[in-house]
C-alpha cells in the first residue's frame, strides 16, 4: 500500500445489513485503504448492535459530500430496483443485482439515472453474475470454437431451501446443490457431452418436518416440484431442528466455470475457474468491496454511467499502482 | 457476429512465423471478424509454403494503411525487445514478451516509442504472463488476506529442454515439468502451507543419449545442475530417437494459479484458475490474438502507448457487442 501512502481512503457505505452488508463491512476491514462511513438501514439503528455508525436510510441525502462509493446489499426482486435509482443520484455505486432476465433494462434505467446524475453504478458484480461471467467470457473470446459448463455448489441455495420451506408440513429446510462428479469428470476428460443443468447437478435435501405431518407426503410435494426439483435426482432426509442448527447453518457455495475448445489443427484447450466458498455472502461481499475500489477510481477519472463487470479493467480492482502490478504480477 | 455485420473486418499482421506465428494464423480463421493480411518473415518468404501471404521483414513498412494490429511472434531474448520499438512506430502492436525480470523497462519503452508515434502496444500477453497474471491479480484483490499459489504443468518446458540438450553426451531430449499432486491436495484442502517451486513440482527427462555417451554420468549431469534441476525430485528416461519423435513431439503444457484467503470471521475462501493445454503455442495465441481484438478497438477509440493485460476490460476481447455479453453472459 506504500505506492498510495498519500491518498486518502475511500470512503465507503452501505446500504442493508442482511448477510451481504455485514460481510461487506467485515471485508471492509479487510483493506486498509478504505474507510466505512456509515451503513443506512430502514430498521432502527439500535438494531444493528455490532455497528458504531447505523444510520436510518430515510437520512442517506445527508452524506452526500462524505462517501465516495455506496455498496447497495439489497435483494434483487424489490430492494435494488428501487433504491439504485435514488442512491445513484447522490452517490456512485455498486450492487450485485441478479435476476438474469432483466439485467439489460436495470443497466439502461441505472445508467439513464446515473448518467444524470454525473455518477457512476457497477450492477450486477459478485461471483454469478460477476467472477463467473468473467469467466465465461474469456473462454469464449480465447477459445471461440468450444463447449462452455457452468457446474454449481456444492452450496447452500437460497431460492431453492424457500420452495422446500413453502412445502405443506415443513418447519424448515435447507436445500444443497451438488455438482455431478461424474459430469464433471467427463468434461476435464476432454469430452464436450451435451448436458442439461438437471444432467450437471443434483439436489439434496436437509427438512425438519412438523410434528405429526406426512413425511412420505413433504417427499413426494418436493420431488414432483416442477423446474426447483422435479428435472432432477432428488434426495430428501429428514431431520431434528437441533441438527439443522448445528449442521446446516453455514451458506457455503462455489462452482466451476469450464470451457472446453478446439485450436489450430485440433488441439484440446480446457479453461477452469473454480470457487470453493465457506461463506457466499462473506465472498460476494470481497467482490463487491474490491469493484468498490474500482468504481472510486473510475468515477476520480470523470466515468458516469452504468457499467458491468465486463468493462472493469481488473487492475482497477487492486489498491496497488500499476507500476508495481506490473513488476509484481505479470 | 450479428451487431458487427456492419463493422469490416480486424486487419491482422503477423511477424515471425514459429510455432506461436502458426498459431496465431490457426487462430485468426476460428475468428470471423478478422482477416490475416501478411505474415512478415526474415526467412526467404518461399520458405513459408503454408502461408499465402509471407512478406519479407524488410517491406513491412509498405503496409502501414493496410494492417490495424501487427502481433509479434517472436522470442522474448532478442526479436521481441528489437521489433517492438520499430514496428511500433507505424503499427498497433500485441506481444508475448516473457522475461519477468525485464518487463517494466520493456513497458516503459515501448510505451514511450508508441505514445510518440500515436500507437497502441498491449506487451507480455498469453497465459504467464497473461491470464495467470490476472488470475492472481483478482486473487490478491477480492481475498487480500490470503495465500496464493501457482502450480506449472504438466507442460514440456522449453528452457529445461534446452538445458537438457546441452548436456555432454546429449543427442536429443524434452523435459516435463510436473505438479505435485499431494501439495495440489494439500491447497485445495484448504491448507496455506509454505512451499518452494521445488515443493511443488517434479522434473522428468525422456533423453536420447549419443552412441557410446556415458548414461550414468548424463543423468548425474542434468540432476546436479544448479537452479535447473537440483533443488527438484528429477526422473531421467533414455529412450530412442523414434520414441522421443512418436511420444514427445507435442507442446502440452497447463497449470493452476490457487488464492486461499479468509474472510469474515474466518471463513475459508478459495479460488481457482486452472488450463489444460494440448498445445501450449497454440493457446498462447489464441490469447494474442483476443487481446489484438481489444488492441483494435482501443486504439480506435484513441488510446495510445504501452498496455498490460491489467489495464483491458475484458468485455474488449469479444466480438459481440456490450448488450449482447450483457444479455447472454452476467
Redesign the interface.
Known amino acids: 500500500m506504500q505506492k498510495e501512502s498519500g491518498t486518502p481512503p475511500l470512503r465507503v457505505g452501505i446500504v442493508g445489513y442482511g448477510n451481504l452488508g455485514?460481510?461487506v463491512a467485515?471485508?471492509i476491514g479487510?483493506?486498509p485503504d478504505m474507510e466505512l462511513v456509515a451503513v443506512f438501514t430502514r430498521r432502527p439503528p439500535e438494531e444493528l448492535t455490532a455497528v458504531e455508525n447505523a444510520v436510518p436510510y430515510a437520512r442517506i441525502t445527508d452524506y452526500s459530500a462524505d462517501i465516495d462509493v455506496m455498496i447497495l446489499c439489497g435483494g434483487s426482486s424489490t430492494d435494488l430496483p428501487e433504491q439504485v435509482l435514488s442512491v445513484s443520484k447522490l452517490f456512485n455505486t455498486v450492487d450485485s443485482f441478479d435476476t438474469?432476465a432483466k439485467?439489460?433494462a436495470y443497466?439502461s434505467q441505472v445508467d439513464e439515472a446515473a448518467k444524470a446524475a454525473n455518477t457512476l453504478s457497477l450492477i450486477?458484480t459478485g461471483w454469478d453474475?460477476g467472477?463467473f461471467?468473467?469467466a465465461?467470457?474469456?473462454g469464449?473470446?480465447?477459445?471461440?470454437?468450444g463447449e462452455e459448463y457452468t457446474f454449481w455448489g456444492k452450496g447452500l441455495s437460497q431460492g431453492h431451501s424457500d420452495a422446500v420451506r413453502r412445502v405443506p408440513g415443513v418447519k424448515n429446510g435447507v436445500q444443497y446443490t451438488i455438482p455431478l462428479e461424474s459430469a464433471i469428470e467427463q468434461v476435464?476428460a476432454g469430452a464436450t457431452p451435451s448436458l442439461t443443468t438437471a444432467d450437471r447437478h443434483r439436489r439434496v435435501c436437509y427438512v425438519v418436518a412438523k410434528p405429526e405431518a406426512n413425511l412420505s407426503e413433504i417427499e413426494e410435494n418436493i420431488k414432483s416440484m416442477p423446474h426447483y426439483f422435479e428435472p432432477y435426482d432428488t434426495t430428501v432426509h429428514f431431520i431434528s431442528d437441533e441438527e439443522l442448527r448445528e449442521n446446516h447453518s453455514g451458506m457455503p457455495h462455489?462452482g466451476t466455470v469450464f470451457r472446453s475448445?478446439i485450436?489450430?489443427?485440433g488441439?484440446?484447450?480446457?479453461?477452469?475457474?473454480?470457487?470453493?466458498?465457506?461463506?457466499n455472502p462473506?465472498?460476494t461481499?470481497?467482490?463487491l468491496v474490491?469493484y468498490a475500489?474500482a468504481v472510486g477510481k473510475l468515477a476520480k477519472e470523470g466515468q458516469t454511467g452504468a457499467r458491468?463487470?465486463?468493462?472493469?479493467?481488473?487492475?482497477y480492482?487492486?489498491?496497488h499502482a500499476?507500476?508495481e502490478?506490473?513488476?509484481t504480477?505479470?
Chains 1, 2 share one sequence.
Open positions: 455485514k460481510g467485515l471485508a479487510q483493506n438474469h439485467i439489460p443497466f450486477s453474475p467472477l461471467s468473467l465465461r467470457l474469456l469464449q473470446s480465447v477459445l471461440p470454437q476435464r462455489g475448445g485450436t489450430g489443427n488441439s484440446r484447450q480446457r479453461i477452469e475457474f473454480g470457487l470453493a466458498l465457506e461463506s462473506e465472498f461481499a470481497s467482490v474490491a475500489r458491468t463487470v465486463f468493462d472493469i479493467p481488473l487492475g480492482l487492486s489498491p500499476a507500476e502490478l506490473r513488476r504480477l505479470l
